[in-house]
């Protein structure tokens, strides 16, 4: 604007000076002429000037993004794949093993020393003879092939008499075991008990306690 204002003084103190530098002869230019001359050449001035700034219109959103319809499919259409389930595993029938056949009749229960009582003192490689008093507290008869075994400890060349008689459950019977004490002084302890025909312990352990000097 300052620039088209410059524009239109000079283009006026042009006109009027011109005026005033010549005679009296001269006619009197037409000022409304002057006015219009000047006048259009500010509107050109501004025309171009407007068309130079004019500034291009933005882009809408709307032209530069259009989304796309969305396309509704029937539910009827739409298939779904089933979920795979895991087919259960049967569990294994587990059958029992059967148990061990065990043989509850044969028991044994100590009663009583009838020799050689607890640190009975002997010399060393005496002979003696241990004999115990037993009582059957199992539900079988004692007969053949019953017999006292060796356990634990000092043996002491022990020799076990046979069975005297058949022991009924509930019955009580003399066992003996024939010995020879050790050769060096000494306390010793030697640890029997019942075994049946087959061979299997039984009952409790009873033993003969010396003492060699």
């Not at 010549?22 to 171009?48: F, G, M």
């Not at 028991?107 to 003879?129: H, K, R």
Request: proline letters at 8%; aromatic letters at 10%.
């Amino acid at each position: 604007m300052k620039r088209l204002f410059l524009s239109f003084s000079f283009i006026l103190i042009f006109f009027l000076t011109a005026c005033e530098g010549k005679t009296a002869a001269t006619p009197t230019p037409d000022i409304n002429a002057i006015y219009t001359t000047a006048a259009e050449t500010v509107i050109a001035e501004l025309t171009q000037s407007a068309a130079m700034n004019t500034a291009t219109p933005l882009a809408t959103a709307t032209d530069a993004f259009t989304l796309p319809t969305a396309t509704l499919v029937p539910t009827s259409a739409v298939t779904s794949t089933p979920l795979i389930t895991d087919t259960p595993t049967p569990s294994p029938t587990l059958t029992p093993l059967p148990s061990p056949t065990k043989e509850f009749c044969d028991d044994a229960e100590f009663v009583a020393d009838i020799s050689v009582p607890d640190l009975t003192e002997m010399t060393p490689g005496q002979n003696f003879e241990k004999t115990w008093l037993i009582k059957n507290t199992g539900t079988c008869a004692w007969g053949e092939g019953y017999h006292l075994v060796f356990g634990y400890d000092e043996k002491m060349n022990g020799q076990a008499r046979p069975l005297p008689s058949i022991v009924q459950p509930g019955e009580e019977v003399e066992m003996t075991v024939v010995m020879t004490a050790p050769t060096k002084a000494g306390e010793y302890r030697s640890y029997w008990r019942m075994a049946n025909k087959a061979g299997v312990n039984f009952g409790d352990f009873f033993y003969v306690y010396i003492v060699v000097r």
